[in-house]
């Protein structure tokens, strides 16, 4: 077995007995890359020299005695929207096309200390707005379950990595989803934390109150062990939470007995795919088996979380979009004046959806619709926030599916931005109430013409701060019904090796 | 109707940057005059992926000067962002504070005519950098050039109601605001240097009505004169389009130091929305009633509590309180005088006179006063004490500012002392009255008046170090006999 086949925790613990080293893991990685990723898509960069640097840097740490921290020369790879120093950073936008970070995000920092080797950075929907990565301004990434089909967005780069054996371990950010959503079109893990539990200091900010960045894996232990890396307060964002950091990985083990799951139904009512459904019933099944007890519940507010959303992550957004003038970074268009300057910079340098999300904002902002629109929209969120508070003093957990239907195909819905952002209808109503919620593969679906498999995603929301809980209750289930996922992964990715054989190199 | 049937309603909106070490949200320096965007860093820059965190020594400074202008500080306020594109903008928004101002309902006191200037709200917001264009603004540059150092620094913005009447109540509300935010040590307050900012609201309205008149704003004011002459400037205007019935436009108008004008920029923005909402970035701002009485009981003395010290307690006129208290630097060094031993008249008379004339006519701005107050004391004991003349003491003054000695030392190594012994005098008096028979003449026959001659040529003989009284004393003496 190559060791980019094995498990992270297997490569891990190899790692600290030091029967592989940081380099060799590098090198596995590397080799899949090159394999792989021409048809994928998945890094918009490969950081090949830095992260050999990198990963020798551990071995002399490891060679000496010394601890170089808990990822110890685990690979990861980074959304293109975190800042990693002496790296590119452009968001997916021609904006920001030869831009170079002169600083590392917080939670970059956080996992250099702990013996992180960065990969590359991940493709992505530009500035994270999109649910399927083909709003990037340098082509989109393909699922690898389906080549044709889209891997899901904003962070859709990470989760196909991932997915295609490319990397270990991946960090993505979700506003509205972007992590969970494609986590569920690629068969990941994918955990959005608490608002607040995670610095988002030198991420590129999209919507600042619902941004979030988290973890991709190929495991919950996976994601509980990057959360444990980069959780904890952050003096460099005033949003981030003063709540300790916890052991999320050596808290994963609980029985879930006499836990109490509520499934809003409003959750059903958004166009679910049978299969889906299906599925998802058949997992309530299995999580009452393990002696949970679940029961249906409402979240009335719940259909007006997509409205809400629409209008306050675009409203956030044209504000913090401000600074890409063309004046101290980044594309600048050449023009004759000051003021058309700023037109063709931002007319040329943004992409499509990122300009249609800049103008509701703005439209959503000004004064005369701010109340009818921005304002109203803060108070819904007000009352879903209650909604959610309301259900968690009943339940510990809240389920639903991740998204309402497995991935769809490239250029399906494009053309169609209403029917693209009903692919998040599920998890915006997550960070409107910034709480942490977990999407792990719970199944498959069968799609029509050549009969391939495709994995759905269970969504797991817990209360503010309850990762461990969150992480606990997918745990056991992954312990349930883990194998079965498990190794169709191996067979997707096999295959994946099979097509790039018989594909000529582009 | 002629002009002096209308009033003038003037509001002001005063920017100032606060005293503090490091920036509003970073921690780069806030020192004026360093290299061009040397204290930069990816916060101040507005780089992607930055953060803003606030400065707790800022909010501090901005509650104190809430306080010193009787404002209610309001102890859950919030920033705002106020957006808009220009290049010394980093973010492409500034962070300031829009409906829920950190203080509100203050008011200064002014003297002529005394009455209260209220102010609306006082708010914390953050500087834009500086723009620098290769040509007279930034649409006629070759090219522009933009030095962030600035960008960041904590500001207050101060909004008074439309309660000045006059360019003189303008001036002296400006004058009476910079005095007690110099001396709450909230900000050096200084025009020149950018770190107080003017911007004027003016509406002129026939007196009696109680219907406001459509304002114009009034930005790129430089000093408390361009100040009083724009506003002059605007009445006039004003009061002409009226009388020749016509509207007056709400509009922003700049001044023109050349031509001592006001006109409106070429016509920029159609309108200014600046899309204000909360900023997500920063949590409310939330202050403990503790952090504001702790605040409010370090308060250092402001300068109307100053005022009335020196004329209840010291005795001193009204006049030379003011004076003496037109920057906290005066006042220290004459309250150190007085703890000295100085009698307060005499040293006010000392440093009013010689000492604000020497420095005025060198330039030296009120808050460097290079003498130490010591030096003073001791010469007006030298003084007293009959050691040296008045006069004498005025070239002493000087010579103390220049080499920085005691007035002993000087008074030793150039023979100053004043002349006092009568067998000395007495010599110096004969040869006077010797070298003038006629004027003698004309004392013998009743002019007594001309003695004061006499007395001049001996103090002139003795180079001013002759004791007149005792002179006068012998020459009349020797005159008489
Ligand atoms: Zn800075």
Redesign the pocket.
Known sequence: MEIWEMSTKEILSLLKSREITAQEVLDSYLCRITEVEPLVRAYLEVLEPEARAEAAKVDAMLIRGEDPGILSGLPCALKDNLALKGARCTCASKILENWVAPYDATCVARLKKQGAVFLGKTNMDEFAMGSSTENSAFGPTKNPWDLERVPGGSSGGSAAAVAAGMAPLALGSDTGGSIRQPASFTGTYGLKPTYGLVSRYGLVAFASSLDQIGPFGQSVWDCALLLEAIAGYDPLDSTSSRKEPFPYTKHLESSLRGLRAGVPGEFLGFGIDPDVREGFEKILEILSDMGVIVEETSLPTLPYALDTYYVIAPSEASSNLARFDGVRYGFRASAPNLESMYQKTRGEGFGREVRRRIMLGTFALSAGYYDAYYLRAARIRTLIRRDFENAFEKFDVLLSPTTPTAAFKLGEKIEDPISMYLADVLTVPVNLAGLPALSMPAGFVITGEKGKELPWGLQIIGKPFAETTVLQVGNALEQEIGKEINDKIRDMRRDLTRTRECEPVD | MTRHEYEMMIGLEVHVELLTRT?MF?R?STRFGDPPNTN??P??LGLPGSLPRPNREAVRLAVRAALALNCQVNLSSRFDRKNYFYPDLPKGYQISQYDEPLATGGYIEIEEPRKRIRIRRLHIEEDAGKSMHAGDDITAASYSLVDFNRS?VPLIEIVSEPDMRSPEEARQYLEKLQRILQFARVSDVKMEEGSMRVDCNVSVRPKGSDVPGVPCELKNLSSFRAVVKALSYEFERQVGLLEKGEKVVRETRHWDESKEVTAVLRAKETSEDYRYFPDPDLPRLELSPEFVDEVRNSMPELPDQIVSRYVENMGLPRYDANVLTSSPALAEFFDKCVELGAEPKTASNWIMGDLLGYMKAKGIPYEKIPLEPRSLVEMLVLIKDGVISGKIAKDILVKMIETGKDPRTIVKEEGLEQISDEESLARVVEQVIANNPSVVEEIKAGKEKAIAFLVGQVMKMTKGKANPAKVNIILKDKLTS
Do not use: E, I, L, S
Request: glycine letters at 12%; one cysteine or more.
């Open positions: 920036k970073c780069c930069v860093c916060v101040c960041g």
